[in-house]
């Protein structure tokens, strides 16, 4: 499989910085560029700081490497100076550990297909339509429960799926996300694409759809 996925992975996840990341997967020189209006959280800010090192051994447990990370650049800059306590707009790049050194067992299309398997795959495909099936999450879903809202999207870059939680946040006040993430791969290297926002319609699947897609595809286009 192109990368296994567990739920434990998809859950957890100064000035800042607009500048792409670079990382190392299995000797090979990964540029991963930050979402546009988004900046990357760096080891030189402490509040950034803290987050990742908490973040990155979660992410490591359940199998996957924290590659980088990144938030909308005003949020960013209000959760640094305290005016903001949570971060409701932000990204993430993540590889799974076990196939970083070596090339990936599926393709992109395999694992998508292999995602259509999984999970909720009956709810998927009786509403293929995704806001039938974020609506009929909706009606189900309870807090600190989480539903996965199968594949999304499919193209030559990456496969896309979504899922839906609702969390009790650290400021003590109830939060519905959507986190849409990408499965692609860059220099025979599996890479996940996260995007996570505050889910209020169904629209906001899509808006964080075709946020994702441009995400990639500005990806695939900084490794050219």
Not at 152 to 163: H, I, P, R, T, V
Request: charged letters at 20%; proline letters at 4%; one cysteine or more.
């Amino acid at each position: 499989m192109l990368a296994r996925l567990t739920f434990a992975a998809l859950l957890v996840a100064a000035a800042p910085s607009a500048f792409a990341a670079q990382a190392n997967i299995g000797g090979a020189s990964i540029t991963l560029p930050p979402p546009r209006g988004f900046c990357e959280l760096t080891q030189s800010n402490e509040s950034d700081k803290r987050m990742i090192t908490v973040l990155g051994p979660l992410l490591e447990k359940s199998g996957n490497k924290l590659l980088a990370m990144s938030a909308d650049c005003g949020q960013l800059a209000a959760w640094h100076t305290g005016k903001r306590q949570l971060l409701d707009d932000y990204g993430q790049y993540q590889t799974p550990i076990a196939s970083m050194d070596k090339p990936p067992s599926e393709t992109v299309a395999e694992t998508c297909t292999t995602l259509r398997k999984q999970g909720e795959q009956i709810l998927a495909n009786q509403l293929p339509d995704i806001k039938k099936r974020v609506e009929s999450t909706m009606s189900k879903i309870k807090l600190n429960e989480t539903s996965f809202l199968g594949v999304l999207a499919e193209d030559k870059d990456a496969c896309y799926a979504g899922l839906i939680q609702k969390i009790h946040t650290e400021a003590n006040t109830d939060k519905t996300q959507i986190t849409v993430f990408a499965i692609s791969l860059v220099k025979d290297k599996s890479v996940f694409t996260y995007r996570f926002a505050v889910y209020r319609t169904p629209k906001n699947v899509d808006e964080a759809l075709a946020r994702i897609k441009a995400d990639v595809a500005a990806m695939i286009a900084a490794n050219r």
